[in-house]
């Protein structure tokens, strides 16, 4: 039988205790790949455990331990209410344990008994229990680490640091090892930095401090760790476990742990989450923390950008990046910056002053009103020597007498919201290192949870640490095309993308013959990224020296004659710019198919660019089934997805999706704001995205929503009996007056009869006492402003991949060369392709190939890799429990 929906309950003795720490520098996205490991790990039955302050904690463990438990149950006291557990501190006289089976559990489930008895629980729908199993736990902490502060870390005087263990001969109270649960982390996903706090620990750095490490974890009877940081971070942990066997051994000859012990923890499961804004971790393709901060880099060059445009300034803008460039790479293709210096790849010549001035010099001829020069924190010239923004600087005024400017981004890289990216990234990667950690045995090893393109990885952390390492070492050595093959295709990509649209020399220019006539169409609705495309193909034709023809509004347009050339300076400005510059409609070519294929003949095209949502797919592959009618369209073409739905098929991603989900996340943070200000209010948050349920579910991952309606799966009534009865039972476990607001996001097409009117409407009227209900709908503004830097950057690369595709298959004046031929087919048709992100790999797919994977009727795909996110982020809401294959 196929999986079904399973709490996942162990018995008592078989609960593992998972812990999580955060360490190193800080990144935007720590906090929600806590929270997803503290809820993953009580959503597998197991226990939670946060440590605080990074590898500190662990090295200090408790230095102030809870009284012995009183245990309420059997007692005749009176079961606490849960205002006093919300007030509860470290130091009063419940051990967590008597909280995990408080008062809240035994209502709602009658009978907990059970569970205290060693045998798994089975509950009677397994669909309701996990907020209830896991929210009784949380009431104690809560409050504490929202804040940020615990009672722990106030002293005598009242004062707020980091406890010392002893400090001027008193001993502070510190609790750096704690149990939480399932409310805790609530709210955690919209924070940035680490709740929990990091720091960099000196003493872990020593087998003195490792040992007392160990020391803890045995105390605590924690056998399984995930550790979110950097390189540095992760190398510890690495290190950490490959000691193991020997400082457990110590540990026992010492007489700290008892022969069980000795037994129990033989082995350590160890499993790292990459948290670094560098995205300097080799193995995988991105790390926790990196796109925000892109965000924050490319906010802040956008900004400087109109300044330095108004008074025709130069910027030499220095990003975080000590060996690894990707942040400095990234920023130069997203705002279109003039020139790059980062640590893999140095500049190519010795006078690299001259090289640069001259390319600053050909952009200011042809009229650019402003220069920006990107500067990584660790870029290095050939020969290893540093290259300084300030040197950059002066050079810039010197020799081109250029009032240049220095801004030195700094801290504002680290912090700040998450973007939707490293909302989603890190709960995926949560999930699977709880799952890594549960299912780890003796003979595996530790593995490092990595992502690679679009999937989520596990790789061996030691292998991962080590290549790392290498990257570093191949620099030392100036073996730069070494360090630069450590990296992905994905960084080789863009440093081609960024060389061909900073570039005004056309060194690779084609002998005249070779150079063709390319059309560039947008089509459907405006998606972010649409502008930022046209602008690459665009500068790769200008490269080569072929002619990029605009076709304006459309197919529309085309019929009207309405093309014409593109200029190099005309695009600069696009990377930035949202909607389309070009005009887009739903027309397509079938509008009169003898008339489009008259005028590409007319212009002369010799291969074309469609970029669009649906409709960009369903044009190309009506072009291509007109090539036998109209020799004309015997022309490459390539479809490029945008549209913000990302429901074309075969492509895991559409440009403009990430943008949207962005807007969504910024929206639905202000509803929840409002919603927890009312305290009980359930918010109803309408989505777009047609017939596919991406935004919508990608949305509540993000937002952290405890309900989603998509078109896939539909509402009957028999579901929303089930919703009701979950809410209420939520909201009753909350603390009165202390309600959380609750989003519920429902895709616009999820139903015509549980619109979001009635939807809200059921919602208040079920509430009653409990919870009121509102409705927003987030309609066109999900189609954002400003494209994201991620959108900006997919669009570079997959314009440039896409168009050295149609400068392989095409043939300069092919229009001439049909005039002249008679009517066979000449052209294969695997020349009209769409440009997909499969999986691991980006591909060209052939119309037939795309047909095969397309609902038309519901004009999304039939396969979709995000199927499975549904189900996750209902558990992430606490809806549902755990789905294994049973
Ligand atoms: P970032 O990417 O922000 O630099 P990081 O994790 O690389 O993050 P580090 O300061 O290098 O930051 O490491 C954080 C902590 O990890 C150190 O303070 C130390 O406790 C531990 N650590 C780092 N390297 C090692 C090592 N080789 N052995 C043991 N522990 C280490």
Known sequence: ??????????????????????????????????????????????????????????????????????????????????????????????????????????????????????????????MRVAPLTAAPLSFGYGSLLRDGAGEADIDEDGMFHIPEEVEGGKTLRGRYIVRVGWDDVRGW???????????RCPSFRTREG??????????????????????????????????????????????DIND?????????????????????????????????????????IDSIGST??????????????????????????????????????????????????????????????????????????????????????????????LDTRVTTLGHTQRGGVPAAFDRILPTLQGVKAVDTLLEATPDTPSYM???????????????????????????EAMDF??????????????????????????????????????????????????????????????????????????????????????????????TTRGGSELGTNRTLPDVDMGQVASALQRHQIDAMLVIGGFEGYNSVRLLEKSRKDYPSLCIPMVHLPATISNNVPMTD?????????????????????????????????????????YIAVLGALAVGAVLVYTPEQGINLACLVEDVEFLKERYALDEKGKSEGRLVIRSEKASSVYTTEVLTSILKEEGAELFDARSASLGHTLQGGVPSPLDRTRAARLAMLSMQFLEKHARPNSQAFHRRRTGEDMIPHETAAMIAIRGSKIVFASMSDVQNHTDMKRRRGTDVWWAGVKGLAEVMGGRTGVLVDM
């Open 1 to 126: 039988s196929g999986p079904r929906i399973k709490w996942d309950v162990q018995s008592k003795k078989k609960q593992k205790k998972v812990a999580v720490l955060t360490s190193g520098g800080d990144s935007a996205g720590m906090n929600a790949a806590v929270r997803a490991v503290v809820r993953q790990t009580i959503a597998r039955g197991c226990q939670a455990y946060i440590i605080r302050e990074g590898w500190e904690g662990l090295v200090r463990g408790n230095t102030a331990e809870p009284t012995p438990a009183v245990s309420r149950r059997g007692s005749q006291a009176p079961s606490p209410s849960l205002g006093a557990m919300q007030s509860f501190s470290f130091t009063q006289s419940f051990a967590p344990e008597d909280i995990n089976l408080g008062a809240a559990a035994a209502r709602v489930h009658g009978d907990v008994q059970a569970a205290e008895d060693d045998k798994p629980v089975q509950f009677s729908d397994p």
């Open 260 to 300: 069980e012990e000795l037994e129990n923890f033989r082995h350590l499961n160890i499993v790292g989450l990459v948290g670094s804004i560098d995205n300097d971790m080799a193995m995988t393709d991105l790390t926790i923390g990196a796109v925000t901060a892109l965000h924050r880099i490319c906010e802040a």
């Open 481 to 574: 095309d070494l360090a630069m093959s450590y990296r992905d295709s994905e960084f080789t990509d863009m440093l081609t993308a960024f060389k061909v649209s900073s570039s005004l020399a056309a060194s690779e220019r084609l002998p005249d013959n070779k150079r063709l006539r390319i059309a560039i169409v947008h089509v459907g609705a405006p998606a972010g990224g649409m502008n930022a495309a046209t602008r690459q193909a665009v500068r790769f034709c200008h490269e080569r020296g072929h002619v990029p023809l605009a076709i304006y509004n459309g197919w529309e347009g085309l019929l009207e004659d309405n093309v014409s050339e593109l200029t190099w300076l005309r695009v600069d400005n696009w």
């Open 653 to 693: 991603f559409s440009l403009g999706s990430d943008t949207s989900l962005n807007a969504l996340v910024v929206a639905a943070d202000a509803i929840k704001q409002s919603a927890a200000a009312s305290r009980n209010r359930v918010f109803v948050v309408d989505v777009q995205g047609g017939m596919s349920g």
């Open 189 to 199: 996903l919209g924070e940035g930095g680490t709740l929990i706090g990091s720091s």
């Open 308 to 401: 330095a445009s108004s008074h025709s300034r130069a910027f030499v803008i220095e990003v975080m990046g000590r060996h690894c460039g990707w942040l400095a790479l990234m920023a130069g293709v997203a705002t279109g910056a003039d020139f790059i210096f980062i640590p893999e790849h140095p500049p190519a010549k010795q006078d690299w002053e001259t090289a640069m001035c001259d390319v600053l010099k050909q952009h200011r001829r042809v009229g650019k009103r402003k220069s920006i020069v990107i500067v990584a924190e660790g870029a290095l010239d050939s020969d290893l020597k540093p290259i300084k923004p300030e040197y950059v600087k002066d050079v810039l005024s010197e020799r081109l007498g």
């Open 449 to 475: 949870i990595g992502i690679s393109e679009n999937k989520i990885t596990k790789i061996p952390l030691l292998e991962a640490v080590a290549q790392t390492k290498k990257v570093a070492d191949a620099i």
């Open 210 to 255: 490792r040992l007392k490490a160990a020391h803890n974890l045995v105390r605590y009877g924690i056998d399984c760790l995930a550790v979110c940081g950097g390189d540095g971070s992760l190398t510890g942990a690495d290190t950490l476990r490959a000691e193991w066997p020997g400082l457990i051994k110590e540990l026992h000859s010492n007489g």
